[in-house]
């Protein structure tokens, strides 16, 4: 008689009281708790705050989407047409809401999970969570997110020093800034926009440092959205991407090189596989060329006198300094002990697939694709539930 005790390594088929867990109640949690949902899987996501969208909540004022509202729709909702075709986050978090509401989803809020592990008896797994809440899925979906927990490098000095610093997570918009000189440090999309931001906002002075010279395109040209160019060149060979998005960037973009922003050594898409998008302009290139964002080099370290230290030696003494670092993932805790990240923190692989030492354990939404991360997470969300779904019928 074959031996029927499960294997440590097996999924679980879902049912009522073993649904499939969903971490995190943002566009990507959403998305795979209604394709689950629409194939008869029941879905339960768990959200830390007490609404859906968090962190969305917390962005800047100003951001709007740099992806179209056709092509950042999850699936089975359009977002509506009044939004314009770049939604603004409040409309971003609008639609969240609506999406919980009109599919109906099970969501459970102020639930933290701290640590999955594999179920006792072998199939599905155990999540540990605030209150000692103990719950058995049989299979669960990580999405807490890209944007998960503020990353500051380890300046020299920085704790001792005396002059006002924040993340750009904790910025909301330029009022408190006017008439006051700012250093911005980053120039990801995020400290771009900050910086353009203060700008319009009467910032006396604000500079921008940067370590690695990006890539800088139009998010439009002639109504053809950047993000259309991204989905079409996927599949391309790097190469011949990187070549025609130099020839694209000679025609479209002007040379900054005068103004501390020369034209990036290596390819965009080359860029790409390394993890660095190109920087969509919504008003940088005229404030640099007009000299309202000057370019500085890279912060190298802090002194307590409120002075910063730059690369090229150069001493600042900003009135105040917005870190535009990005964030990272902060998996380990919850995952780090399951053999399922790679040396940076990130998952080995996401969609679809399931890490081979973690059957039934998904992640999805810790990559930052070219075409659009909330369009990637739609499609992930779609490919996951079916291989749930495709898991629970062997």
């Not at 899987?41 to 968090?54: F, P, Q, T």
Request: cysteine-free; aromatic content about 6%; glycine content about 10%.
């Amino acid at each position: 008689m074959a031996d029927s005790t499960p294997s440590p390594h097996s999924s679980a088929h879902p049912t009522p009281d073993r649904p499939v867990y969903v971490i995190g109640g943002g566009p990507g949690g959403l998305a795979a708790a209604y394709a689950l949902r629409a194939r008869g899987i029941r879905a339960v996501v768990l959200e830390k705050s007490d609404r859906v969208g968090a962190s969305w909540r917390r962005h800047y004022d100003r951001l709007h989407l740099h992806t179209t509202r056709r092509l950042s729709a999850l699936p089975g909702l359009p977002m509506p047409r009044r939004f314009g075709r770049w939604v603004s986050r409040d409309n971003v978090v609008r639609y969240l809401e609506k999406y919980a509401e009109h599919h109906r989803l099970e969501i459970v809020t102020g639930v933290e999970v701290s640590r999955i592990e594999r179920a006792p008896d072998g199939t599905g797994w155990l999540l540990h969570a605030t209150g000692g809440r103990e719950l058995t899925g049989s299979a669960v979906v990580v999405a807490t997110g890209y944007n998960h927990t503020p990353r500051l490098p380890d300046w020299p000095g920085r704790e001792a020093f005396t002059g006002e610093f924040l993340h750009a997570g904790e910025y909301r918009d330029g009022a408190p800034y006017a008439g006051r000189d700012v250093l911005v440090v980053g120039i990801g999309n995020t400290g771009a926009e900050i910086a353009v931001d203060l700008v319009e906002s009467g910032a006396a002075r604000v500079r921008l440092a940067v370590r690695t010279v990006p890539h800088l395109v139009r998010r439009s040209t002639a109504g053809w959205a950047a993000q259309y160019s991204a989905v079409l060149v996927r599949h391309l060979p790097v190469g011949l991407v990187d070549r025609i998005s130099r020839v694209q960037a000679k025609v479209a973009i002007p040379d900054l090189s005068a103004h501390g922003l020369p034209r990036p050594d290596t390819g965009l898409y080359t860029r790409v596989k390394q993890g660095a998008i190109p920087v969509q302009d919504v008003g940088l290139i005229d404030a640099v060329r007009k000299g309202k964002v000057e370019i500085v080099a890279a912060v190298e370290s802090f002194e307590g006198d409120g002075k910063i230290v730059l690369a090229d030696g150069t001493r600042l003494s900003p009135d105040a300094v917005i870190a535009a670092t990005g964030y990272v993932r902060a998996l380990e805790g919850l995952v780090g002990h399951l053999d399922v990240l790679d040396a940076r923190g990130k998952p080995v692989v996401h969609g679809a697939r399931s890490p081979k030492t973690a059957p039934g354990l998904y992640f999805t939404g810790f990559t930052n694709p070219i075409s659009g991360n909330l369009r990637e997470l739609a499609l992930d969300a779609v490919r996951i539930a079916k291989a749930i779904a495709r898991d629970s019928s062997a």
